[in-house]
Structure formats: C-alpha cells, structure tokens
C-alpha cells in the first residue's frame, strides 16, 4: 500500500504463491543391477507449500489452481556429460500432503515433458473460497524413474548408456475460477 498527500494506493488483486519446503534437489540413483531392473520410486521427494488469496475483487473469484509440471524452460531430453535421454523416463505426481481433504484430485504419475502437464487440481468445496496458508496446506511430489512397463512405468533403464544424467523441472500454480 502506498500512501501520498492523502490519498492510498493499494492493489486489490489474488495472490498465489509455492513455497519449497523440502527437496529441491532429488538425486535419482541408479547403482545396482537391482534399480535397473526394477526402477526408482521417491515418494514425497518434495514438499510445497500453497498459498492462495482472493481479493474478493469482482470478476475474479477463485475457486482453486491447478499445478501443472514441465522439464525447465520446455527442455527436450535429460541431458548427460556425454548423452542423453528421453524426458518421460520419469513420471511425477503430486498428492495431498497436508490440509486439502476434499476436493483435492490427482492425475497420479504423469510422463516429464516440454509442455506442461496437469499433476493436481483443488477446488474449494465452500461456496465462498476459503485462502490457503503454506504452512497448513502442502502437496507431496513423487518421481518414479526406470518402473518396468509391466509394474506401471514407462520401461527400464537397461541398455541405455550410463551417464551423469539432470534435468530441472518447473512447478506453475494456476489460480481457477471465473475471471481466470
């Protein structure tokens, strides 16, 4: 708010922010015949928090966000010191992690991509929105990396060349209802 000769300025608009608490850096390793079989799963390898405000602005009424997922800045492939690698080697989902209960729903685990990809949505069960507060409302990210087609996954790391392998992915909360 800024105020001057009297008179107050304030923006008046919904405000959506994450918050990283844990896991900003998820180290996926593969070191035994075992891992390259069978895959990797890190359940709730990272923790954000969601906070969501309406403004109570006309026109701009929230009723929920969505988070979508994608390999940084639309990245192509995972890339290595010296290869590289197919970007839906991991899948990623997001659950409730703390606060949201009903009207909460995941998309389980989705294929890393150069576009975004929904992995949760939540829409206020309330007819009037009720803010989300980082600190008692937080979603659990899982990575699942080389699962065997037949558990579940997009097939196993064997035969493809070891390497030192990163990929940073983006998390974008998109604020719902009419107006947005």
Known sequence: MITAAGMTFAQEWNYARLVLIYGG????NFNSINRYTQGLEILEGTIVGVTLADSNQVGHDLTGFDLNIRAFNGATEILGDANSID????????????GFGIG???????????????????????????????????????????????????????????????VEVELELIPTGPGF
Do not use: M
């Open 104 to 166: 909460f729903t995941t998309s389980g685990y989705q294929d890393l991509s150069s576009g975004w990809t929904t992995i949760c949505s939540y829409t206020d069960p309330n007819p009037a929105f009720t803010d989300l507060v980082w600190d008692t409302h937080q979603l659990g990210i899982s990575y699942e990396c080389g699962k065997p087609v037949a558990a579940g996954g997009n097939g196993t790391l064997l035969g493809e060349p070891p390497d030192y392998y990163r």
């Open 25 to 28: 850096n998820i180290p996926l």
């Open 87 to 98: 970007l839906d080697v991991i899948r990623i989902k997001a659950e409730n992690y703390l």
